[in-house]
């Protein structure tokens, strides 16, 4: 099981291996399936049995040009495009989801390293008291906070606004831990030869410490964008009206009329599609990075 | 942010040369800190009020009914004793349990079969990993929605394609309770096997070369050097990857929510499919029972905690064995 390099390996072997292709197949299977359903007519959806191979192949998911609001036509469909509430529809969506995931992305990666900065290199009386609070709020589970938070954020009157998406997810410890780590290593003599030249510590973190915690920042930046990219809890807690929704808040719902309309499946599909795709074509360009990043802590702890 | 101050500065207070006596030891700690706190301060103020400050409400809440209209009204141990005589509640828990436990080793076996098979540098190997990959980064509620998709119960749903073309009847996955529980481990495991391999390969990749050399002139099998080298010398990813996919799947959520949830039926047929969080979803949000959900959210807690103990606890007693 366990071959050298340079160890020839028993034809039984290659053989025993060929089941794990069918798992390999399996994977690829659900992303075949919703690229295919995103361009089938829904007649060909539900036909039975259904095709491998898209045969009428229409764009009608994504932008039916014959459906008119308000009218019904037989064999037309509102497509993801199309699906819209108060004038708000998918490219609203997908902009506010662009937008708050890259701001959260960004504004939390730049204080925590920041506070990481301080907490190493500029410790101040209280500040490894600090360093033990957030390591310890890692250890609390979301399930405790989401409660308290949703009421603080309706006692604010934030519900259906932009500052209930973005401002209760910025200041996160883990990504401080993160940085701590990688802070340690820089050589003090660094910092301060810095100092002796009369930067302050803004300065030294912004021209001297970020610049060299850059892989760091493309490390953990990828899964807290991940993460937020696919946030749906909390939005659904927060966001009521068409405005602010996210898009998993509208896949979810569009999921949620799968249930009793299966001939939605096609638009589903495609704003599967639409959601997907660009997380398949960014890790498609940089695979090291989204592994290295994903993978984070798994073998350095 | 840019306008910072860049150097500890007093403007306020005038400069005195530093050990006068004068000195009260505050402004010897703001001149020296006080601009590093000032900082900071951003990052600290949300971090109090949206990461500490709830741990203390959450903890107070547990203890009160509170239906989020009114002012919340101390109840002592109510909650608690209510949950713990709510069949529901242990419905919920022996689901989560039995699909972590499923959930986690089947993860770990295949991700280990898997970097086994796939763990080298040949191109087509590294292309298979990302295969694997793939669902850790187009992941969420995008590829749930497909997966409903796939299991739904028409024939023409892909699962009830293949099982005719094994001469199986069509099946409601969706609407079976004894299909949910499968159908939410599947997806799971579909899931994060991928991510178990790519860390089973960096695991393994760190391995020292010369241990499987000089094991294979001592003439130790393949099989004899996985069981005695890898598995042994794996064993603090082995662990992490136990801890971290047993938490993780402890907490799931949008899984179930997505494939089974309305307002209706939260848990799926027959509560089938209800897990710790969904029931905690359903008493605090549905219900807007925000005191009870409170409590459900330390109970989870604490077996989380407890399952992280003692997952350490053994991995410690491995090692010195």
Same mark, same amino acid.
């Given at each position: 099981?366990?071959?050298?390099?340079?160890?020839?390996?028993? %034809?039984?072997?290659?053989?025993?291996?060929?089941?794990?292709?069918?798992?390999?197949?399996?994977?690829?299977?659900?992303?075949?399936?919703?690229?295919?359903?995103?361009?089938?007519?829904?007649?060909?959806?539900?036909?039975?049995?259904?095709?491998?191979?898209?045969?009428?192949?229409?764009?009608?998911?994504?932008?039916?040009?014959?459906?008119?609001?308000?009218?019904?036509?037989?064999?037309?469909?509102?497509?993801?495009?199309?699906?819209?509430?108060?004038?708000?529809?998918?490219?609203?969506?997908?902009?506010?989801?662009?937008?708050?995931?890259?701001?959260?992305?960004?504004?939390?990666?730049?204080?925590?390293?920041?506070?990481?900065?301080?907490?190493?290199?500029?410790?101040?009386?209280?500040?490894?008291?600090?360093?033990?609070?957030?390591? $310890?709020?890692?250890?609390?589970?979301?399930?405790?906070?989401?409660?308290?938070?949703?009421?603080?954020?309706?006692?604010?009157?934030?519900?259906?606004?932009?500052?209930?998406?973005?401002?209760?997810?910025? $200041?996160?410890?883990?990504?401080?831990?993160?940085?701590?780590?990688?802070?340690?290593?820089?050589?003090?003599?660094?910092?301060?030869?810095?100092?002796?030249?009369?930067?302050?510590?803004?300065?030294? %973190?912004?021209?001297?410490?970020?610049?060299?915690?850059?892989?760091?920042?493309?490390?953990?930046?990828?899964?807290? $964008?991940?993460?937020?990219?696919?946030?749906?809890?909390?939005?659904?807690?927060?966001?009521?009206?068409?405005?602010?929704?996210?898009?998993?808040?509208?896949?979810?719902?569009?999921?949620?009329?799968?249930?009793?309309?299966?001939?939605?499946?096609?638009?589903?599909? $495609?704003?599967?599609?639409?959601?997907?795709?660009?997380?398949?074509?960014?890790?498609?360009?940089?695979?090291?990075?989204?592994?290295?990043?994903?993978?984070?802590?798994?073998?350095?702890? | #942010?840019?306008?910072?101050?860049?150097?500890?500065?007093?403007?306020?207070?005038?400069?005195?040369?530093?050990?006068?006596?004068?000195?009260?030891?505050?402004?010897?700690?703001?001149?020296?800190? +006080?601009?590093? =706190?000032?900082?900071?301060?951003? /990052?600290?103020?949300? /971090?109090?009020? /949206?990461?500490?400050?709830?741990?203390?409400?959450?903890?107070?809440?547990?203890?009160?009914?509170?239906?989020?209209?009114?002012?919340?009204?101390?109840?002592?141990?109510?909650?608690?004793?209510?949950?713990?005589?709510?069949?529901?509640?242990?419905?919920?828990? !022996?689901?989560?349990?039995?699909?972590?436990?499923?959930?986690?080793?089947?993860?770990?076996?295949?991700?280990?079969?898997?970097?086994?098979?796939?763990?080298?540098?040949?191109?087509?190997?590294?292309? =298979?990993? =990302?295969?694997?990959?793939?669902?850790?980064?187009?992941?969420?509620? !995008?590829?749930?929605?497909?997966?409903?998709?796939?299991?739904?119960?028409?024939?023409?749903?892909?699962?009830?394609?293949?099982?005719?073309?094994?001469?199986?009847?069509?099946?409601?996955?969706? +609407?079976?309770?004894?299909?949910?529980?499968?159908?939410?481990?599947?997806?799971?495991?579909?899931?994060? #096997?991928?991510?178990?391999?790519?860390?089973?390969?960096?695991?393994?990749?760190?391995?020292?070369?010369?241990?499987?050399?000089?094991?294979?002139?001592?003439?130790?099998?393949?099989?004899?050097?996985?069981?005695?080298?890898?598995?042994?010398?794996?064993?603090?990813?082995?662990?992490?990857?136990?801890?971290?996919? #047993?938490? !993780?799947?402890?907490?799931?959520?949008?899984?179930?929510? =997505?494939?089974?949830?309305?307002?209706?039926?939260?848990? !799926?047929?027959?509560?089938?499919?209800?897990?710790?969080?969904?029931?905690?979803?359903?008493?605090?949000?549905?219900?807007?029972?925000?005191?009870?959900?409170?409590?459900?959210?330390?109970?989870?807690?604490?077996?989380? /905690?407890?399952?992280?103990?003692?997952?350490?606890?053994?991995?410690?007693?491995?090692?010195?064995?």
């Amino acid at each position: 099981m366990q071959a050298l390099p340079n160890e020839k390996v028993g %034809w039984g072997w290659t053989v025993a291996r060929l089941p794990l292709l069918i798992l390999v197949i399996s994977v690829l299977l659900p992303y075949y399936w919703m690229a295919i359903g995103s361009f089938k007519t829904v007649p060909e959806l539900v036909q039975q049995p259904p095709t491998f191979i898209v045969e009428n192949p229409t764009l009608q998911n994504f932008h039916d040009p014959g459906f008119k609001e308000g009218e019904n036509r037989p064999g037309h469909w509102a497509g993801v495009m199309q699906r819209q509430t108060d004038g708000k529809g998918f490219l609203h969506y997908y902009a506010n989801s662009l937008v708050i995931t890259l701001f959260v992305t960004a504004l939390s990666l730049l204080a925590a390293s920041l506070v990481a900065f301080v907490l190493t290199k500029r410790p101040f009386p209280g500040s490894r008291f600090l360093f033990y609070m957030l390591l $310890a709020s890692m250890m609390v589970p979301w399930e405790v906070t989401i409660i308290p938070n949703f009421i603080m954020v309706t006692d604010l009157g934030w519900i259906d606004s932009y500052k209930a998406l973005m401002v209760p997810g910025l $200041a996160k410890a883990f990504v401080v831990f993160y940085f701590r780590q990688m802070m340690l290593s820089i050589p003090n003599d660094l910092i301060d030869a810095a100092t002796m030249d009369g930067a302050g510590t803004f300065r030294i %973190w912004w021209s001297v410490v970020l610049p060299l915690t850059r892989p760091g920042l493309a490390a953990i930046g990828i899964p807290v $964008a991940i993460a937020e990219w696919n946030n749906f809890l909390w939005p659904l807690l927060v966001i009521n009206d068409s405005a602010h929704m996210t898009l998993p808040l509208m896949l979810g719902k569009l999921a949620g009329n799968l249930t009793y309309d299966p001939q939605s499946a096609g638009v589903l599909m $495609a704003a599967s599609m639409a959601v997907s795709l660009p997380a398949i074509a960014a890790f498609l360009v940089f695979q090291k990075q989204f592994i290295d990043g994903l993978t984070t802590g798994a073998l350095k702890g | #942010m840019s306008t910072a101050p860049t150097r500890p500065s007093s403007d306020s207070t005038e400069r005195p040369t530093s050990g006068t006596p004068r000195d009260s030891r505050l402004l010897v700690f703001l001149r020296k800190h +006080g601009a590093n =706190i000032l900082l900071i301060s951003p /990052f600290l103020a949300l /971090f109090a009020v /949206f990461s500490i400050w709830p741990v203390f409400r959450s903890a107070y809440l547990s203890f009160t009914d509170y239906h989020a209209t009114e002012a919340p009204v101390w109840i002592g141990l109510d909650n608690y004793v209510e949950l713990f005589a709510d069949e529901r509640f242990y419905r919920a828990l !022996g689901n989560t349990v039995t699909y972590m436990l499923v959930v986690s080793l089947l993860a770990v076996v295949l991700g280990l079969v898997l970097a086994l098979s796939f763990g080298t540098q040949k191109r087509w190997h590294q292309w =298979i990993r =990302i295969a694997f990959f793939l669902p850790s980064v187009a992941g969420g509620v !995008g590829v749930i929605s497909v997966w409903k998709w796939l299991a739904n119960s028409e024939p023409y749903g892909l699962f009830n394609t293949i099982r005719s073309w094994f001469g199986l009847d069509p099946v409601r996955f969706l +609407g079976d309770p004894a299909w949910a529980q499968p159908l939410l481990i599947a997806l799971a495991v579909w899931t994060v #096997m991928g991510y178990n391999l790519v860390i089973f390969v960096a695991g393994m990749r760190s391995i020292p070369g010369d241990l499987y050399e000089a094991a294979a002139l001592d003439g130790a099998s393949p099989v004899q050097r996985f069981f005695h080298i890898t598995l042994p010398q794996l064993r603090p990813t082995l662990l992490y990857v136990l801890i971290t996919g #047993m938490i !993780g799947s402890f907490q799931v959520f949008y899984e179930p929510y =997505i494939l089974f949830g309305t307002v209706d039926a939260i848990g !799926g047929p027959l509560d089938s499919a209800l897990m710790l969080v969904t029931y905690l979803f359903d008493h605090g949000f549905h219900q807007l029972n925000l005191g009870y959900a409170s409590a459900v959210a330390w109970v989870l807690t604490t077996i989380l /905690f407890a399952l992280t103990m003692i997952n350490m606890r053994l991995g410690r007693a491995n090692e010195g064995a």
